[in-house]
């Protein structure tokens, strides 16, 4: 039985391992990817032996001294976290985490621990427009994220669309890697962002560094435009970029030839444990549901904790604030001597303050809705087109879900990550918290074969698992291309995979 586990590994993950391993506090942090950082802190394998390895990270120096204060922890990689639950150990409450590990998933591992913390990250929210489905767009985390994973352009010639900060990294990354960025679209006018910079004044000289990044490589930039169409026949050729209305309805239009699109409209928070658990939930300023916690990030269910993006989109720096706050609370609440901290709240309150004006700076318009042609994929996994959502309106319903019941959009691998914001926003709804039984995916059998050991019990030969019978079949969402970020000015800290 451990005093705390710690499910995700970026920046919240793993300042709340640190400042709970400092307390006294028995810690075990588990995380779906082969390295620590999740998405913010994503870096190339050790084997590419880089100069450099945080030349394209805003911050890395932060990663490294955490990366060494758990050193010697008890740090589970390639632990896909599928299922929490309350459970019961040495006959006090406890959750039991639910992982496969192995280099095709093979053992079942479960984890037991007294306390819980989920700081699980965020992914990316895409909205649909013709051609989205073709080889060659992807999202700006994804582009972002083989960029400093594997350091690999997403192409040669690359365009980068969407709204919020976030765009500027990822297009400065990717023109200093020799992609050429045939340009950068924001689809906001970005107005609003003084009270943001207002929040936090020190961001306003690491949006002036990402600008003069772009101007030195003479990238186009330009407010109140968004691509609205994709175009290729086997893969992506070029793209029609709109000037938008102020509700974002598509105006003057014009063709960019490029190989690769780039495309992000903010991120979704990560909190399918987190509703797995009962944490009371509530929309954010972006309509997103986010977990609601108090100033010891306590999510609302004893023992439970959460920090970084699922209690809302903020930034690495704040969620990595969170996890040291995080990380204090628990080791208090089992009685470890925790001395008060008043400047990391204070810390936190500004850095809280910034990521709710940049939200507010960044609102997604309803105009994107006329972007859409009655044979746009609205749901890529179903392959449901926007005239089928619009006949399950007007055949009477009223929410995602019954949208889902009549169209099937959402009813797919992905289980409505991907489409789901679109769905619900096409249905004049605000987002509603993931109710899945499954985080991830699992292979029946997995279920079938009960609770696991902490010591990674392995339910199948090398041999089985090769020759995978009908009981080894995959229920739940797949996973996907995965998320990241740039800097504190662009978003999420990133955690566990993101699908």
């Known amino acids: 039985m451990r005093d705390l586990a710690i499910v995700g590994g970026g920046p919240a993950g793993m300042a709340a391992a640190v ?118 767009v992807l999202t700006a985390g994804g582009a972002q994220a083989l960029l400093k994973g594997d350091l690999v352009v997403a192409g040669r010639t690359v365009v980068v669309a969407g709204t919020g900060p976030f765009l500027l990294p990822v297009a400065a990354g990717l023109a200093e890697a020799g992609a050429r960025v045939a340009g950068v679209f924001e689809a906001g006018g970005g107005y609003g962002l003084a009270p943001a910079l207002a929040a936090d004044p020190s961001k306003i000289a690491e949006g002036a560094g990402y600008a003069l990044r772009l101007a030195r490589r003479r990238v186009p930039y330009a407010v109140r435009h968004a691509v609205v169409e994709a175009h290729g026949a086997d893969r992506l050729t070029h793209v029609t970029v709109a000037r938008l209305g102020r509700d974002w309805a598509p105006g003057e239009r014009r063709t960019i030839a490029c190989d690769a699109l780039a495309v992000g409209y903010g991120f979704v928070p990560q909190i399918d444990l987190a509703v797995q658990l009962g944490c009371p939930t509530r929309a954010g300023r972006d309509g997103e549901p986010v977990v609601v916690v108090d100033a010891g990030m306590r999510a609302g269910v004893p023992g439970v904790y959460a920090a970084g993006e699922p209690t809302g989109v903020g930034g690495a720096e704040l969620a990595e604030v969170e996890g040291w706050t995080a990380g204090r609370s628990a080791a208090a609440d089992l009685g470890r001597p925790v001395r008060p901290a008043p400047a990391l709240a204070r810390r936190r309150s500004r850095l809280a303050a910034f990521g709710a004006a940049v939200l507010d700076a960044y ?113 739940g969402p797949v996973r996907g291309p995965e998320t990241d970020t740039a800097s504190d000015l662009a978003g999420h800290s990133g955690g566990e995979d993101p699908r």
């Open 19 to 136: 400042a709970a391993s400092r307390a006294g506090l028995d810690v075990v942090l588990i995380d779906a990817q082969a390295r620590l950082g999740g998405q913010y802190f994503r870096h190339a394998p050790e084997g590419f032996r880089a100069r450099r390895p945080g030349a394209l990270h805003h911050g890395f120096v932060r990663f490294t001294r955490l990366a060494a204060a758990l050193r010697d922890a008890d740090v589970r990689l390639g632990h896909r976290v599928w299922a929490v639950e309350r459970a019961r150990g040495d006959g006090e409450e406890a959750f039991a985490v639910h992982c496969l590990a192995g280099a095709r998933e093979e053992r079942r591992v479960t984890v037991r621990a007294r306390r819980l913390l989920i700081a699980t990250g965020a992914h990316d929210r895409p909205l649909p427009f013709p051609g989205w489905d073709l080889p060659g």
């Open 363 to 475: 609102p997604v318009r309803d105009g994107w809705k006329g972007w859409l042609r009655d044979d746009t994929l609205v749901c890529r996994c179903e392959e449901v087109p926007y005239a089928r959502v619009r006949e399950a309106l007007e055949l009477g319903a009223v929410d995602a879900r019954s949208v889902k019941l009549l169209s099937r959009a959402g009813m797919g691998w992905c289980q409505g990550r991907i489409c789901g914001h679109a769905v619900a926003r096409l249905a004049g709804e605000e987002p509603s918290p993931p109710r899945r039984p499954l985080a991830q995916p699992v292979r029946l059998g997995d279920l079938a074969a009960g609770p696991a050991s902490d010591t990674a019990t392995q339910t199948a030969t090398e041999t089985d698992a090769e020759t995978a019978t009908e009981t080894d079949a995959v229920v």
